[in-house]
């Protein structure tokens, strides 16, 4: 281990739906040790998802000293630490005991629907949408909020008092990691809550009232890459400056170098997730896209254009979990090779509804086209093309709204697919390009630390730094790309009857 090295490790703390890691990286973006746990799933009624905030925290420091220990290195040796997460994702928690008040409800939880069929009148659409860039749904913050506050006894009574905090994942576990001196989350994070005014850079007070929800509850609001403190000396050895948090798919932005207005990348984890550059300007949708923050550095917002895809990976993950007709995530690829097509068999992953550009909520899954010939590879690779088409979903609204891409930029654990890959060019006719580095949104939580601790000096430094390992050409003939576009569109409109 160099002195130079020492000084300008990094480690990024990224958490997300379906597990919890935590990577070292050297300055040029090598990692030099990583550690994951797996986070269960909890769904105690139908529509319902829920974590365990606890043990989010506990993992979170296990993974670090994990991480540290197979880098061999100490905290001490680090410039800084970087924080991702899962977005929506909602803690409240006691602020004198730090112990959460009711499990953490996941972006991807549906139990406030009802509430956001009741609400939907125009002008509060309106409103919403031009004050946040998003839409009333149940995917985001602000109503797991108030959901919490009503049904565990005693809780708005507390919030009132100023007694509770809340707080998405990156909040909670800044809270943890500093030993309950800092309440913070950065506008990446705040911009998903449904109670983040875009304009303003601020929290919005009408919003905050409509609500009903305390401003006490809510976080500071800081930059993406800023100094959010210190780590409790105890926790890792020595204390370490916490120098970034961002949401983890704008992380993946800057992991991607996606720094140009225009420029666009694609994350298939457990969600898919496509965002889209548009500098300083607020993009307002009119294809039921998302305006977003992409990251604010020095006070300046960068703003996106988002569409968010509830189910990506998770598909797999059924498929492997649930009705395992697979051993592993590994094992997909090998079998959409082994058939020429699905033979019109299409399967539509609303286990939680459909993320835009439908938002419905009460749209559910379905395996559409089934015959006797249809087997396990049918159904497997049918999964594997429902990510592909729900991406065209979001590019063709994209092209609408403000730009058609001409390069997309692909990254996690479904990117590392070839063949899922070439299919995804395919569909969406453009070039599809995967990076050196598929962990693009662990390594954007530790370049913006390294802004942060002065081991980069600028946006510049990092876009330079960012690698191509691959790229995917459009090959199937357009009219055929089409025609299967086409079925998938027929498949999705049969599932939103099915829901309604």
Same mark, same amino acid.
């Given at each position: 281990?160099t002195?130079?090295r020492?000084?300008?490790?990094l480690?990024a703390?990224?958490?997300g739906t ?5 990577i ?6 090598n990692k ?12 105690p009624?139908?529509g ?9 925290w506990t993992d ?7 991480a540290?220990a ?11 630490i970087?924080?991702?997460?899962q977005?929506?994702t ?8 730090g112990?959460p ?5 996941v ?6 629907a009802?509430f ?6 125009a002008? @509060?659409e309106?409103?919403?949408n =031009?004050?946040t860039? %998003? &839409?009333?749904?149940?995917?985001? $913050? #602000?109503?797991k ?14 919030a009132?008092?100023g ?7 990156d ?6 990691l500093?030993g309950?001196?800092?309440h913070a ?5 705040a911009s ?6 875009l304009?303003?850079?601020d929290?919005?007070?009408? @919003?905050l009232?409509?609500?009903? =929800?305390?401003?006490? %509850? &809510?976080?500071?609001v800081?930059? $993406? #890459?800023?100094?959010?403190?210190q780590?409790d000396a ?5 204390a370490?400056?916490?120098?970034a948090l ?6 993946a ?8 207005p ?8 457990t ?7 548009t500098?300083n300007k607020?993009?307002?949708s009119e294809?039921?896209?998302l ?5 604010r550095l020095?006070g300046?917002?960068?703003?996106a254009?988002e569409?968010?895809i ?9 498929l ?8 592993s ?7 959409a090779?082994t058939?020429p097509?699905t033979?019109?068999v299409y399967?539509?992953p609303?286990?939680?509804?459909l993320?835009?550009p ?13 015959t ?10 049918a ?5 592909c088409y729900q ?15 001409t390069?997309?930029r ?8 070839d063949w899922l890959?070439?299919f995804?060019?395919d569909?969406?006719r ?9 962990e693009t949104t662990a390594?954007?939580a ?6 942060t601790s002065?081991?980069?000096e600028s ?8 690698r ?7 090959q ?8 299967l576009?086409?079925?998938?569109l027929a ?6 009857s099915?829901g309604a």
């Open positions: 281990m002195e130079s020492s000084k300008t490790a480690l703390i990224d958490q379906t597990s919890t890691r935590a070292v990286f050297d300055r040029l973006g030099l040790g990583v550690s994951q746990c797996e986070l269960p799933q909890s769904f009624d139908s319902w998802v829920e974590h365990d905030a606890a043990r989010i979170t420091l296990a993974c670090a000293k994990g540290l197979e880098a061999k290195l100490q905290a001490s040796d680090l410039a800084a970087g924080i991702t997460n977005r929506e909602t803690v409240v928690w006691d602020r004198k005991t112990e008040i009711h499990p953490a409800i972006w991807q939880d549906r139990r406030t009802n956001c069929d009741e609400n939907s009148a002008f @509060l309106q409103k919403l =031009l004050s860039g %998003l &839409l009333l749904d149940p995917y985001f $913050s #602000a109503t909020i108030a959901w919490m506050l009503d049904h565990v006894d005693g809780a708005r009574a507390r009132e008092a007694e509770l905090a809340f707080g998405t994942i909040c909670w576990l800044l809270w943890n500093t309950g001196k800092v989350t950065d506008a990446t994070n998903r809550t449904l109670l983040y005014n304009h303003t850079a929290w919005d007070d009408q @919003l009232a409509f609500f009903k =929800l305390p401003r006490s %509850l &809510l976080p500071e800081r930059d $993406s #890459a800023a100094d959010y403190g780590t105890e926790l890792l050895g020595s370490v400056t916490i120098g961002v949401g983890d798919q704008q992380a932005t800057v992991g991607q170098a996606c720094f140009q225009g420029m666009i990348k694609s994350t298939y984890g969600g898919c997730f496509v965002v889209l550059n500098g607020a993009v307002q294809h039921r896209l305006s977003t923050v992409a990251y020095n300046e917002t960068t703003h254009l569409g968010s509830f189910v990506a990976g998770a598909a797999v993950q059924w492997r979990d649930a009705v395992h007709l697979i051993g995530a590994a094992e997909t690829e090998a079998l090779k058939i097509d033979q019109g399967l539509v609303a286990f939680t509804g993320g835009a439908y938002w419905d909520p009460r749209a559910r899954g379905a395996i559409l086209g089934l006797r010939d249809s087997g396990i590879a049918h159904i497997v690779r999964a594997l093309e429902s990510v991406t065209r979903d979001l590019l063709d609204a994209m092209a609408k709204d403000a730009i058609a891409p390069e997309l692909v990254d996690g654990g479904m990117a590392v697919n890959m070439q995804l060019a569909i969406v453009v070039t599809v390009v995967r990076p050196q580095t598929v390594l954007g530790a370049l913006l630390a390294g802004l002065g081991v980069y946006l510049d430094e990092i876009a330079a730094l960012w191509a390992d691959a790229r995917f050409e459009p199937m003939d357009a009219k055929r790309a089409d025609a576009y086409a079925g998938w498949a999705v409109a049969r599932t939103r099915a």
